[in-house]
């Protein structure tokens, strides 16, 4: 019980030494995570539309008329 109380102790000693942001440096770090998450969900956007897009090319179509140029 002893140690649980030790614990306890250094947990509450611990959470005192915690530098918590303030007013602009907490609003500058919510920007920036904001930024973050927008631009990486419009990059995951843009690769999975351009995998649907080459998803949709006929390459059998293409490589017909391509063979035909030859013959």
């Known amino acids: 019980m002893e140690k649980i109380k030790d614990l306890i102790s250094d947990m ?10 303030k007013g602009k440096e907490l609003w500058k770090n919510v920007a920036i995570t904001l930024f973050t998450i927008v631009f990486f969900a ?21 490589v017909d008329t391509i063979s035909g140029w030859f013959e």
Request: proline fraction near 0%.
């Open 12 to 21: 509450k000693s611990e959470a005192k030494r915690i530098r918590w942001c």
């Open 42 to 62: 419009l990059f995951f956007m843009l690769i999975q539309y351009i995998i649907v897009l080459i998803k949709m090319i006929d390459f059998k179509a293409i």
